[in-house]
């Protein structure tokens, strides 16, 4: 009986502790890959002095421009 209890106690710690399997990443990170922003900070520009660097349509703009660079961030 105590040893029933102690290996079912076992194995309900054992679901809580971390795991001791070495995890490796891959050698190539295809989506890690940092996106080619250009063309998107050539729109901005164009946009910025077509409606003006406060416009909507240039904001949007750069904001899209923002966000491929954080993708770098994760």
């Known amino acids: 009986m105590k040893f029933f209890l102690a290996s079912a106690l076992l194995a309900s710690a054992v679901a809580f502790s971390p795991s001791f399997v070495a995890h490796q990443r891959p050698s190539t990170f295809l989506f890690a890959a940092r996106p080619d922003a250009s063309d998107a900070i050539a729109e901005a520009l164009r946009l910025s002095k077509e409606f003006g660097p406060t416009s909507t349509e240039a904001r ?3 904001e ?9 961030q994760r």
Do not use: H, K, Y
Not at 65 to 72: A, I, L
């Open 64 to 72: 899209a421009v923002e966000e491929m660079d954080s993708r770098d």
């Open 60 to 62: 949007l703009a750069w």
